[in-house]
């Protein structure tokens, strides 16, 4: 496994043990996945522990398509403060809802049918508080997701026969709270924008060199010229040589 070009923090980070042999060569299969979580305010600090937000942290398919065919398991180790703070669901919907008052990183590690398959873990700092102005109140969600990519490098046999093998998860609409493909429209224009006004700075910057360039010449010049007449005496004949 390894993780796909582009991604960044929070993301995915493979397990470096050695690999088993009898994997299919020149055999790559990506798995496309989302995880993050929704939030909701109560509106108010709960009276009995001062909680005042639930949330649902949540590992999935981008594609719809059922994960368990080739998922053991995930486990999600949430902060210390939380009885059993490891959970471990070993069906779909991946998720663990809970009640809180703080923000803090969830650790999301995936276990595969193929025990030979290392496992692939996914940090995801869980959000509550909205960063604009604009509060979300009573049914109202706050979502925080991700997009990344599951890349298997030269699966074992079984292993492709089960990434090949997966089934829909859903019969209707399968929608994600985040628009991804919007997303990455954006941040393809953001890029582009970007190389274009760097390459109008660097056209920019050679031309104020060249304009540079050409007044160091004319300097050189007109320096040159103070030094051949300095050598001539006021009286318009040449000094002698000392």
């Not at 996945?33 to 939030?39: D, H, L, P, Q, T």
Request: hydrophobic letters at 30%; charged letters at 30%; proline letters at 6%.
């Amino acid at each position: 496994w390894a993780p796909s070009d582009g991604s960044g923090m929070p993301g995915v980070v493979p397990d470096l043990s050695p690999r088993p042999r009898g994997r299919l060569k020149g055999v790559t299969i990506v798995k496309p996945i989302v995880y993050g979580n929704v939030a909701r305010y109560f509106g108010k600090k709960r009276d009995e522990d001062g909680h005042t937000h639930q949330w649902t942290v949540y590992l999935k398919p981008y594609k719809n398509e059922d994960m368990s065919t080739y998922v053991k398991k995930v486990h999600f180790k949430l902060h210390e403060s939380y009885p059993n703070q490891n959970r471990v669901v070993t069906k779909p919907p991946y998720e663990v809802t809970e009640t809180g008052w703080g923000e803090f990183e969830i650790v999301i590690k995936i276990y595969f049918v193929d025990s030979t398959e290392r496992p692939v873990t996914v940090y995801h700092i869980l959000k509550l508080f909205q960063s604009e102005t604009n509060i979300m109140l009573g049914k109202k969600q706050l979502v925080s997701e991700s997009y990344d990519e599951l890349i298997f490098s030269e699966p074992s046999a079984m292993m492709q026969q089960l990434l090949t093998s997966t089934r829909q998860l859903t019969l209707g609409p399968y929608k994600h709270e985040c628009d991804f493909e919007e997303k990455k429209e954006k941040t393809l224009h953001a890029i582009l924008s970007a190389k274009n006004k760097i390459r109008l700075e660097v056209a920019d910057l050679k031309e104020r060199l060249k304009v540079a360039r050409e007044a160091i010449d004319k300097y050189k010049t007109e320096i040159s010229k103070l030094y051949s007449q300095a050598e001539v005496d006021p009286g318009g004949s040449v000094a002698a040589p000392s």
